[in-house]
């Protein structure tokens, strides 16, 4: 009889076991623990619900990549996570998965200010400026007596690097199903700031850190520190070689058969701070070229994450002497502005208003499409480069810069180098958007308006411009300033 017992009781232990691995205890967030104002569930619902609703109805693109089903399943997962009151992060935390979802990288969400000040005050930092590199993430910097610049980190108090960043991305938005963006949007400061909003603010971090070359492992311990020191940390590193060096947003280089053509924006907003005009740059340049005779062109937009609509245009009207249309068409919401006035800024949003309803009219199937004439396209040039094209690329090269890179996919012999392009190959959603208040958290999303179909069809739809060439530096060459993918192409060239 006492055996039986015993058995009984060994059986029981054994279910309680493998029910606590299925079951963890749900462990309290320290997220949980900031003091940052709290907000009923009430006025948290109202916000989730104008949030959603703001999307649905502004969001020309919403549904893309994915269908209205997958998108509602999302958005029911996430407000059932609202379970009672929650400071302004935790919330925020809940409904960034549902904008990220939208799957375009020109709508996200920003924390008001008060917060991410109050943040700043009191949040606790893992002291370390990152470069993802292969997916992987090196740290940059050592701390105090810990030799941890260019070690992998392997994992971070127990959760590997994998499973964090998998729960980093859930947050970030990108174009479809692109990921090479969202590993840009750790790089830096960016990494350590976003593990202490998105998943935790420890007292110490236990680490797991790798040197690639050796295969060597290496423990250890570390205190948090405030978003003060972070920054002092990350300073350190942009202040020394090679991450010291001062560049010019536009700049073009003679060098033997080749020229090499840096465009690190299509903004004339940020060119104008450097008295830089875009075309009258582009124009000059491809003078030069032309008068040069070369025949081999290397265009880096590495860094070129778009700007000013048009621009693209005008460069790909140097590098091609057949004609082309670049949009299939520019769809435009229909939506009640009214029912928005007081969530924005009026006077914007008025005048939002009247420029959507005079560049676009209703079609026949009730399309809001842009009006012929709006931005008409570059006329082709009479003396074109038509020589080699090599195009470096990674995931900064965004929207514009995208766009650049698929219609010289489409309609070029060019030779793409480095990293997936960041933005989709097949266009965006962008142009005008509504800043969108949510009036109890005051959390920001920016909503994008103008949906621009591209006229093209090689593409992998979710995917940005895949390259020829994939490659990337090694955190060795990263450290010592070698740019590998400027070497490659120049070791094709030759």
């Not at 104002?37 to 949030?51: R, T």
């Not at 008060?114 to 910097?141: A, H, M, R």
């Not at 701390?143 to 992998?152: S, V």
């Not at 810069?401 to 097949?426: C, P, R």
Request: charged fraction near 25%; aromatic fraction near 12%.
């Amino acid at each position: 009889m006492n055996k039986q017992i015993y058995l009984i009781l060994f059986l029981l232990f054994l279910f309680s076991c493998q029910n606590e691995k299925k079951n963890p205890p749900i462990l309290e967030n320290t997220l949980t623990k900031l003091n940052i104002e709290k907000h009923s569930k009430i006025e948290l619902v109202q916000d989730f619900e104008l949030l959603v609703n703001g999307l649905k109805e502004v969001h020309t693109g919403i549904y893309w990549y994915s269908t209205e089903k997958q998108f509602d399943s999302i958005v029911q997962h996430q407000k059932r996570q609202i379970k009672g009151s929650l400071n302004s992060l935790q919330f925020f935390n809940i409904i960034t998965p549902i904008v990220a979802y939208t799957k375009e990288g020109h709508c996200y969400a920003r924390l008001p200010e008060k917060v991410e000040t109050k943040i700043e005050q009191i949040g606790k930092y893992l002291p370390f400026c990152v470069k993802s590199l292969n997916n992987d993430i090196y740290i940059l910097n050592n701390y105090k007596k810990n030799k941890t610049k260019g070690l992998k980190i392997v994992s971070i108090n127990g959760d590997s690097i994998n499973n964090i960043i998998n729960k980093l991305f859930k947050h970030i938005p990108s174009d479809g199903n692109n990921r090479s963006l969202k590993y840009r949007e750790l790089d830096d400061d960016l990494f350590s700031s976003a593990y202490a909003i998105n998943i935790e603010q420890p007292d110490y971090f236990d680490l797991e850190l790798m040197d690639v070359s050796s295969k060597k492992k290496l423990n250890i311990k570390i205190q948090s520190v405030t978003s003060e020191k972070f920054y002092k940390e990350c300073i350190k590193v942009w202040n020394t070689y090679p991450f010291n060096k001062k560049e010019v947003p536009l700049s073009l280089k003679l060098e033997n058969h080749t020229a090499v053509l840096t465009l690190n924006t299509f903004s004339n907003r940020e060119l104008s701070k450097d008295s830089i005009n875009f075309k009258n740059f582009i124009s000059s340049s491809f003078e030069k070229i032309i008068t040069s005779k070369l025949k081999n062109l290397i265009i880096d937009i590495r860094k070129n994450s778009g700007g000013t609509e048009g621009n693209e245009d005008y460069l790909f009207s140097y590098l091609t002497n057949k004609p082309y249309q670049k949009y299939k068409y520019v769809e435009a919401s229909v939506f009640d502005y009214n029912k928005y006035l007081r969530y924005t800024d009026s006077v914007d949003l008025k005048e939002l208003e009247t420029n959507l309803i005079r560049e676009h009219k209703l079609d026949r199937k009730g399309r809001f499409l842009r009006i012929n004439g709006v931005e008409k396209p570059e006329p082709l040039k009479e003396n074109p480069f038509l020589g080699k094209v090599y195009i470096l690329t990674s995931g900064n090269t965004y929207s514009g810069g995208a766009e650049f890179s698929t219609l010289m996919k489409q309609h070029t012999n060019a030779i793409f180098i480095g990293e997936e392009v960041g933005g989709g190959y097949f266009g965006n959603t962008s142009g005008y958007q509504l800043d969108l208040i949510l009036p109890n958290t005051e959390i920001e999303i920016h909503i994008p308006i103008l949906q621009f179909v591209l006229d093209v069809e090689k593409g992998i739809f979710g995917r940005g411009v895949i390259p020829d060439f994939k490659i990337t530096q090694t955190i060795k060459e990263h450290l010592n300033g070698i740019d590998a993918e400027m070497e490659f192409t120049k070791s094709k060239i030759d």
